[in-house]
């Protein structure tokens, strides 16, 4: 069953599925420029090898893609009953290492590793207005979406991971044209 079943019909109409493709591509981009600029402005000395900088995130957050997709399409269920198993029997890190999805290999470790980055990167970076909530919201949802299919009998349809990839996709993308070009300082105004 998909993850989100009201819209599985809509999925089938050609007009539907374009705009939603486009927008799970668009949405990605424009949070991978955001995310990328506000690197850039929050470590200034990054901009002294840009070309460097902006290459490695792209690889890092490609890297990120390529192996959440596998993890979003096919999510290792999480059932209640084995954890409070695992609780009364005091295998307390391993139900941790079940919730965080740690316990699949070095792999999902260096997946993980790059969500975690990607979360303090953006506590570290100063994002305002609209931008903060367009990046807060958009990552909420997809949280939201993995929480599903890894708590519930849900499993995300071959269309919604096709969406999940162009959302990545568009991150990875977005992060390289967001840090590509050095960020010209602010001309401050004589007082």
Do not use: C
């Not at 305002?128 to 519930?152: A, E, M, Y």
């Not at 009998?153 to 590509?180: N, R």
């Amino acid at each position: 069953m998909a993850l989100v079943s009201f819209l599985v019909d809509l999925f089938q109409d050609p007009t539907f599925s374009l705009i939603a493709i486009s927008a799970a591509f668009v949405i990605g981009l424009v949070q991978g420029i955001i995310l990328g600029r506000a690197i850039l402005v929050r470590f200034p000395r990054l901009q002294n090898n840009v070309k460097k900088v902006s290459i490695s995130l792209f690889i890092i957050f490609f890297v990120n893609a390529v192996l959440s997709v596998p993890r979003f399409a096919s999510p290792e269920k999480i059932d209640f009953s084995s954890i409070s198993q695992a609780t009364s029997s005091g295998e307390a890190a391993s139900i941790i290492f079940l919730i965080l999805g740690i316990n699949t290999g070095f792999l999902a470790v260096l997946a993980i590793s790059v969500t975690v980055m990607t979360l303090v990167l953006l506590k570290l970076t100063h994002i305002h207005g609209i931008s903060k909530w367009f990046v807060f919201v958009f990552s909420l949802l997809i949280l939201l979406f993995t929480g599903l299919s890894r708590f519930t009998d849900l499993t995300p349809s071959t269309f919604e991971v096709f969406l999940y990839f162009l959302y990545q996709l568009g991150l990875t993308i977005g992060i390289l044209a967001g840090t590509v070009r050095k960020i010209k300082p602010k001309i401050q105004e004589l007082k």
